[in-house]
């Protein structure tokens, strides 16, 4: 057995180094410049990488779960640190194919392998406290651009974008090495006549079938289409809309990773006691309110405000979502289904940047855009009441009785 307030310490330390990706909108503009390229073609290196964070997760999650927290937390170190030097040399080359297979395709790899990775462990830690410990677990993917993005842009004007990226890949892969090293399973204890099934609930294909999975994931999907897509030009949107400087945009989003972060482990642990359904119902009402109202606005403090509420209730979305799963069907194969919800993030990580590109090209602003999305979490909402209405909790584990021995005297 682990200490498993230690656990959480090594959850969160792979998460802040993978979640460093939430801090891209930092760099997009000197990548514009550094690079030659258009917003359009930068913006698609994020959407590339959360694509492939998606997809590895979904096809990688049952192989996650044969290996082990500690061999899949060290694949993720390995394909994580790979993408961030790799970059290093795509940006040094000019060469935005390198960059699209360096931070996209290998670095979302390991996104994907390291999310899911310490997920299904703390939960086992936390028995009684499920969003609770998915806000853990989760936290540190949030709050990693509160460090990220300030860091990213000091190192980036000092040292150039090149060294940016070998100093924080380099940094990132001694945190996610250590961290995976720790994480290991608890060990159930029960009496020696007893046979222990680890969990009780379904299987991830089993779970697919659901209406219940398909509901989740739809709701996944946009609530992460919109808030990736404020996220992926958070800082040339603040610039634009409000005229903030540039040093300014960057520290709002380091504020949004703090709150990003932070917004996890509230919304989490408050769905502790009002259940995920209702939680995730409060999250679409207040997206509805403020996506709207963000769209008219151009006064600098209510644009912030209103885009911290969105990333809180973003934010939540994901911590809620692994305790919402094994409510629905048990943490028998937590990180298998975890893995196949996360595929949405894949889906939205084209879908929410590529609308925000597509939307201010062809209007010139972002309003058109924000009250799409402000519709979108109408019909959020109404799935979400018909979740609370209609869906059923599962157990967590059950205790079998050992099948009777079979010897020489009862052959």
């Not at 994907?112 to 299904?120: A, Q």
């Not at 932070?262 to 309110?289: C, H, K, M, N, Q």
């Not at 008219?296 to 934010?315: D, P």
């Not at 010139?364 to 009250?371: K, N, P, R, V």
């Amino acid at each position: 057995m682990r200490n498993r307030w230690l656990i959480a310490l090594s959850a969160i330390g792979l998460h802040i180094s993978i979640g460093s990706v939430y801090a891209w909108s930092v760099l997009t503009k000197p990548m514009m410049m550094e690079m030659g390229a258009t917003l359009k073609e930068v913006t698609w290196v994020f959407s590339i990488a959360i694509l492939f964070l998606g997809l590895s997760a979904g096809f990688l999650g049952s192989f996650v779960e044969k290996i082990g927290p500690r061999k899949s937390g060290l694949l993720a170190t390995c394909f994580f640190g790979a993408g961030m030097l790799g970059t290093a040399l795509a940006i040094y080359l000019h060469s935005l194919p390198l960059l699209y297979l360096f931070y996209g395709c290998i670095g979302g790899v390991g996104l994907g392998v390291g999310y899911i990775t310490p997920v299904s462990t703390l939960v086992k830690y936390f028995p009684g406290h499920r969003g609770f410990a998915t806000g853990l677990a989760i936290m540190g993917f949030g709050f990693a651009a509160l460090l990220a993005g300030p860091l990213m842009q000091h190192l980036s004007a000092v040292y150039g974008l090149v060294n940016n990226f070998i100093i924080m890949g380099l940094s990132y892969m001694v945190v996610m090495a250590a961290s995976s090293l720790y994480l290991k399973p608890p060990v159930l204890e029960v009496p020696k006549h007893q046979i222990s099934q680890r969990q009780h609930g379904l299987t991830a294909p089993e779970a697919v079938k659901t209406w219940q999975f398909g509901a989740l994931w739809w709701i996944f999907f946009v609530n992460i289409t919109c808030g990736i897509g404020l996220l992926a030009v958070a800082s040339p949107m603040a610039q634009e809309v409000v005229g903030m400087e540039a040093s300014e945009a960057a520290s709002m989003v380091g504020i949004i990773g703090l709150l990003n972060g932070a917004g996890r482990i509230f919304w989490s642990s408050i769905s502790d006691f009002l259940g995920r359904a209702v939680t995730y119902a409060l999250f679409f009402a207040i997206e509805i309110l403020a996506f709207g109202l963000l769209a008219q606005t151009n006064e600098a403090l209510m644009f912030q405000a209103l885009v911290f509420l969105i990333i809180t209730c973003y934010g939540g979305g994901f911590s809620c979502m692994p305790a919402y799963l094994s409510d629905l069907f048990g943490t028998r194969q937590l990180s298998a289904i975890h893995g196949r919800i996360l595929t949405a993030w894949g889906m939205a990580g084209l879908a929410g940047p590529t609308l925000i590109a597509v939307f201010r090209e062809s209007t010139s602003g972002y309003g058109a855009t924000l009250y799409f999305f402000a519709g979108c979490f109408v019909l959020n909402l109404l799935i979400a009441l018909l979740l609370k209405a209609r869906g059923q909790s599962g157990e967590d584990f059950v205790i079998l009785p050992a099948p009777p021995r079979v010897g020489k005297n009862n052959c």
